[in-house]
């Protein structure tokens, strides 16, 4: 009898689980990338589901140097206009954390950080398109050979 009720007991907490689990699969909201003392960002691709009301990034750094020797953003654009993005950005300074005040082109930004350190911003998928072409880069000068990446928008539901 006890036995049972044990079994029961673990097997809800088993249940609970999986559909905690299952939830968090079904709706990818919560992104995080490392970028680290050698110029890199931990992946090249990151994706989000379009239901997703916001998407919460985290941008780490696993390194140790400096925000200004090594510092990274994480900055979103499309493809057409990433390039032209960083230009701008590079020249805006570090004071604006390397992304042009008040530029369109730009979707979403964090600060840039040193080693040890992150930081976390949210935004909506208002202005993307399920299956647009859209790159993260660090915009930190010279960094955008290195650092950047796809970002997809899919439609999972
Ligand atoms: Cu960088």
């Known amino acids: 009898m006890e036995s049972k009720m044990k079994l029961a007991a673990k097997l809800s907490i088993l249940a609970a689980g999986l559909l905690a689990s299952q ?25 989000v589901d379009a239901s997703c009301s916001e998407v919460e990034l985290t941008l780490t750094h696993s390194g140790t140097l400096p925000r200004n020797a090594m510092g990274h953003n994480w900055v979103l654009a499309t493809d057409a206009d990433a390039q032209a993005a960083y230009q701008d950005g590079m020249q805006a300074g570090i004071d604006n954390e390397y992304v042009k005040p008040g530029d369109t082109r730009v979707i979403a930004y964090t600060p840039v950080i040193g080693g040890g350190e992150s930081t976390t911003i949210t ?35």
């Open 23 to 47: 939830f968090a699969f079904a709706a990818n909201c919560s992104l995080t990338i490392d970028s680290n003392d050698a110029m890199q960002f931990s992946t090249d691709a990151l994706t």
């Open 123 to 157: 935004f909506s998928l208002d202005q993307l398109e399920v299956g647009g072409k859209y790159t993260f880069f660090c915009s930190f000068p010279g960094h955008f050979a290195l650092m950047k990446g796809q970002f997809h928008v899919t439609d999972g539901g």
